[in-house]
Nanobody, 122 residues
Framework: QVQLVESGGGLVQAGGSLRLSCAAS????????MGWFRQAPGKEREFVAA???????FYADSVKGRFTISRDNAKNTVYLQMNILKPEDTAVYYC????????????????WGQGTQVTVSS
């Protein structure tokens, strides 16, 4: 059974940083695509960042240059380093995994974590 557990969310001032973690079990993060998505109140869930099984990374335009996705194969964990946070980054952040290589499409992902809240104050 695949399980994803996010952590690291919280309240931060605009311009600050947070690092989210996604600990995986039942699937090896280095062998599957892993992604981060977010959902703000009243909005649809949207793509943030993804890392492919081969290590390729891609980002939503809104976070490019500020967020970095990475993974620690030994810990079977994926991270999202978020810098220069803005109030519009406030959302619940979800980790997800896909049997495919990794993409920005929500429907490609078959397992999801429970989410972690990130709140950026102005």
């Amino acid at each position: 059974q695949v399980q994803l557990v996010e952590s690291g969310g919280g309240l931060v001032q605009a311009g600050g940083s947070l690092r989210l973690s996604c600990a995986a079990s039942g699937r090896t993060v280095s062998s599957y695509g892993m992604g981060w998505f977010r959902q703000a109140p009243g909005k649809e869930r949207e793509f943030v960042a993804a890392i492919t099984w081969s290590g390729g990374r891609f980002y939503a335009d809104s976070v490019k240059g500020r967020f970095t996705i990475s993974r620690d194969n030994a810990k079977n964990t994926v991270y999202l380093q978020m810098n220069i946070l803005k109030p519009e980054d406030t959302a619940v952040y979800y980790c997800a995994t896909t049997a495919g290589a990794g993409s920005g499409r929500i429907y490609d992902y078959d397992y999801w974590g429970q989410g972690t809240q990130v709140t950026v104050s102005s």
